[in-house]
T-cell receptor, first 112, second 113 residues
Framework: QKEVEQDPGPLSVPEGAIVSLNCTYS??????FMWYRQYSRKGPELLMY????GNKEDGRFTAQVDKSSKYISLFIRDSQPSDSATYLC????????????FGGGTRLMVKP | EAGVAQSPRYKIIEKRQSVAFWCNPI?????LYWYQQILGQGPKLLIQ????????DSQLPKDRFSAERLKGVDSTLKIQPAKLEDSAVYLC???????????FGQGTRLTVV
């Protein structure tokens, strides 16, 4: 079993839709949670980070963490074709050596 | 603020040859990571440095891969000898505060033929 699981997709949605991307994890040592966006042939770009259960909002993006269920989500409102990319969740924690562990990524396609 | 710099961007080598990648992290970032990303997969951590000390290298194939971080700043990752399955993108990342994530370079795309 991988430490961080993510549905690979692809997830195809129409422009303007609300997108929900999810990850589950098994290691209770993870305390810090991040979401990255990766365009083809580019390095991952940090979108958001959070270290507490609950919601964190940044523009059209909302990150949600449920530590009791070991489940995190990223919501994208009013999705745009420019949001088409692979979204990677990542997590770390001090008792896990602050090693940043990634999920496999979900490929998102937003159609005009 | 300048980002993480990596070179070269692309490299094609024959199997059994050697190759080296270079990374210059963001200034002031004590933690440096090297990741391997195979097409269609998430990045896999190879080695993590804190300043010039190794924090974790448990997934580094030490029979062929080596890495060093010079004076706690720049880093090089070497593969010798390369195998076909080493074809991947090699990503370097750095961070200042672990809880706020790491910043990635553009990566080096390696093709072993």
């Amino acid at each position: 079993q991988k430490e961080v699981e993510q549905d690979p997709g692809p997830l195809s949605v129409p422009e303007g839709a609300i997108v929900s991307l999810n990850c589950t994890y098994s290691n209770s040592a993870f305390q810090y949670f991040m979401w990255y966006r990766q365009y083809s042939r580019k390095g991952p770009e940090l979108l958001m980070y959070t270290y507490s259960s609950g919601n964190k909002e940044d523009g059209r993006f909302t990150a949600q963490v449920d530590k009791s269920s070991k489940y995190i989500s990223l919501f994208i409102r009013d999705s745009q074709p420019s949001d088409s990319a692979t979204y990677l969740c990542a997590m770390s924690g001090p008792s896990a050596g602050n090693m940043l562990t990634f999920g496999g990524g979900t490929r998102l396609m937003v159609k005009p | 603020e300048a980002g993480v710099a990596q070179s070269p961007r692309y490299k094609i080598i024959e199997k059994r040859q050697s190759v080296a990648f270079w990374c210059n992290p963001i200034s002031g970032h004590a933690t440096l990571y090297w990741y391997q990303q195979i097409l269609g997969q998430g990045p896999k951590l190879l080695i993590q440095f804190q300043n010039n000390g190794v924090v974790d290298d448990s997934q580094l194939p030490k029979d062929r891969f080596s890495a060093e971080r010079l004076k706690g700043v720049d880093s090089t990752l070497k593969i010798q000898p390369a195998k076909l399955e080493d074809s991947a993108v090699y990503l370097c990342a750095s961070s200042r505060i672990a809880s706020r994530g790491a910043f990635f370079g553009q990566g080096t795309r390696l093709t072993v033929v």
